[in-house]
């Protein structure tokens, strides 16, 4: 089976602007989250959505949002983009979701100048 | 809330000498917990996992780890390391009481000297 891929691989945005990142799970995976990656503040949990709905959501302010189509690939945009959003964001797919086991992608590398 | 603990953030070892990476977790419910690894520019791999039964698991490329119910501890082991072990290693834990959803330790970066 193909893994989780995610694109684009890198990105440079502008403060200010908005981004939309992609994630396609491994096929017959209902599941997928999406992660911040700093070094800073390390892996955090932006939000979860199973079959089509947001199942669970971390503490991110209103400018990150996602959604999940019926094939289950997702996207997450973050809108008035700020410096500190500069970060690897990682989308995990997994069968079940929840605290079951995910599978990584290889992550978006966004870099807000 | 859940909150997951590791208490070293770089660990430097010899090549073939043992390492352990040290996880606590917070939680007095049933928990699942997870260690994954991350190589430079990827993603990360599932390592290993303990949902329940058997306290000590395993992987397939010679780690271990042990659930620790009176410590809250969830530790990772290796016997004798290789050079392509030198990654960033994450514990994380989750449960119901928790959110259904995991949490993330800071990480530990291990770097194996030859």
């Known amino acids: 089976k193909a893994g989780v891929t995610q694109t684009p691989r890198y990105l440079i945005k502008t403060r200010g602007q908005q981004v939309t990142l992609s994630c396609s799970p491994i096929?017959?995976?209902?599941?997928v989250s999406w992660y911040q990656q700093t070094p800073g503040q390390g892996l955090q949990f932006l939000f979860e959505?199973?079959?089509?709905?947001?199942?669970n959501k971390g503490n991110f302010p209103g400018r990150f949002s996602g959604r999940q189509f019926s094939n289950s690939r997702s996207e997450m945009n973050v809108s008035t983009l700020e410096l500190g959003d500069s970060a690897l964001y990682l989308c995990?797919?997994?069968?079940?979701?929840?605290?079951?086991?995910?599978?990584f992608g290889p992550g978006t590398r966004l870099t807000v100048t | 809330a859940q909150s997951v603990t590791q208490l070293d953030s770089q660990v430097p070892v010899f090549e073939e000498a043992p390492v352990e990476l040290r996880c606590n977790y917070s939680?007095?419910?049933?928990?699942?917990l997870f260690w994954y690894v991350q190589y430079p520019n990827q993603g990360l791999q599932l390592l290993l996992k303990?949902?329940?039964?058997?306290?000590l698991v395993k992987s397939i490329n010679g780690f271990e780890a042990e659930f620790n119910k009176s410590q809250t501890s969830f530790h990772l082991r290796k016997p004798s390391v290789h050079i392509s072990d030198t990654a960033e290693y994450f514990c994380?834990?989750?449960?119901?009481?928790?959110?259904?959803?995991?949490?993330f330790g800071g990480g530990t970066r291990v770097l194996v000297k030859p």
């Open positions: 995990a797919s997994s069968l079940e979701g929840g605290v079951y086991e995910q599978y």
């Open positions: 096929s017959g995976h209902r599941s």
């Open positions: 959505y199973f079959s089509e709905t947001q199942r």
């Open positions: 939680s007095s419910v049933s928990v699942y």
């Open positions: 303990y949902l329940s039964g058997s306290t």
């Open positions: 994380a834990g989750g449960g119901q009481a928790a959110g259904n959803k995991l949490t």
